[in-house]
């Protein structure tokens, strides 16, 4: 009689679901940035796309998130902003809303707007304002949040609204929205967040 074997299920992740909310600079593996971001963008249209303010299609949470205290005045206003920037198209390189955003483009703006100035790159915002620990309740509405894959440099950025949801501008969701992080679909941000840094707005 043969013993069935434990068979551990083979996963195959296609490079474009990897990076489907990166925002990195430069290349992956040696492919071409135009041709990660073709690749993302029909993925993104191949899972569906999230609505303005949801997480997932499905709109059911998979984790619970920890309720944020009320934001600031000041982070109050730099999340207006944000705001009013919701469905600008993803641009790689783009930072303004006439030219669309990329992930840093689109938090150096919002910044600028209320007087606060952050570098170009999600890979040196990752060096501004205070560290904060990876810990959901310890978030306040306007920190950035940054992400990277295992091993690899910081390829996104976005700002924290509260409450385990975010605002970014995103290759895979097409620009500029919103995610709830306790939702499903929203696992890549959850395992890859590296880094929260505090600005000086609350």
Known sequence: MLLAARIRPIVVTPLSLLILSACAQGTAYGVSTGTILSTVIRAGEAIGRADSRGGSSSGSRSRSMPRSPAPSAMASRVLATA??????????????????????????????????????????????????????????????????????????????VGNGEIIQSSSARGGVGYLDMGANGAEWYVQNLVAVRRLPIN
């Open 83 to 160: 705001d009013r920037y919701v469905g600008v198209p993803y641009t790689w390189g783009g930072n303004t809303p006439e030219s669309g955003f990329d992930c840093s483009g689109f938090t150096k703006y919002v910044f600028a707007k209320q007087g606060i100035q952050l570098p170009r790159t999600s890979r040196e915002q990752v060096r501004t304002g205070q560290g904060v620990p990876l810990d959901f309740g310890a978030m306040l509405p306007g920190d950035l949040l940054l992400f990277a894959e295992p091993g690899e440099a910081i390829s996104h950025v976005a700002i924290f």
